[in-house]
């Protein structure tokens, strides 16, 4: 009989002692979900935002004058609303979590070194040890009146060579602006135009670059302009393969108003070559004054932007 009661005593213990560990299994499996998606949390709340710069011709306010605002005056305007979209995410953010960036870039680098010059100043990495509220002012000041000096200059000069934005998100994009730990965004200024005169590749009937000639030589002025793109298979030449990890926003589409297609065709050309190259989050836009563009910056920056959708 005692050693019935002891087999049973004995049972009973290590019952509980495999329970007990089944438990902290789970415990340990809770906590490591809880403490990475803290991680992944905490990462999302770090910005990386890159600016990318289209100084091709499209600035030019002798090619192409407006009465209402110059182009280049509303790409002033959308990296004011920019920075201040940057420095109000950092004012909400304890001091000890700080850990965001924000700079500009043009492709190809411009020949004027004032201008590159000017580029490196924009270049603001904030953390605990830096952080301070003559920071915030001086991250403000510099995108309002240094970014102005880039303008004047490059109009200045009047040598237009064009933007290579296709090469810039094959070749540098990944190396300049992703960072693991952060949530990137990459803003384009541009017309939706893209070509420069070192890059201009075929395969079949894609290309590098897209003009307003080339809209016209595909015949992609008349209403039937989005079957010809799907059946011919039109449109840019995918110069990334993973950009799952980058968010991009496109300001300032601006098509030749001789054709009432263009600017559907220059958002489905840039929408296809980014959905291909499996960007995270996209918004393309058209040109509009900056006090209307406003909210849509704030709405891009300010959002997780954690669900991958398209916004045209």
Known sequence: MKKIIFIIIVVIILSGFATSCKNDDTQGEKEKVETTGKKVKDYQNNLNI?????????????????????????????????????????KGKRIRQMN???QVFFNPEPQNPEINAISRSLKFQIDKNNVSKQLFAQIEETYSEEVSKIYDLAIQDDKYVGADIWRFFQNKL??????????????????????????????????????????MNNQLNKPDWKQRIQENDLGFIKSNDDLSNIEVLVLGINPDSNNPYEEDVIK??????LKEMKVKHIEIKSTDLPSNTDKIIKDFITKNGASEKMAL
């Open 50 to 90: 890159s600016i990318l710069i289209d100084l091709s011709d499209r600035i030019s306010p002798k090619k192409y004058p407006n009465s209402t605002m110059e182009y280049y005056e509303r790409d002033l305007g959308y990296i004011q609303s920019i920075s201040n979209s940057f420095v109000n995410h950092l």
């Open 100 to 102: 965001d960036k924000i």
């Open 174 to 215: 990944q190396d300049y602006c992703i960072d693991e730990k952060s949530r990137n965004i990459l803003i384009v200024l541009t017309d939706g135009y893209m070509y420069h005169q070192d890059t201009k590749i075929v395969e079949n009937r894609r290309t590098s670059y897209l003009t307003s000639k080339l809209v």
């Open 268 to 273: 489905m050309y840039w929408s296809n070559w």
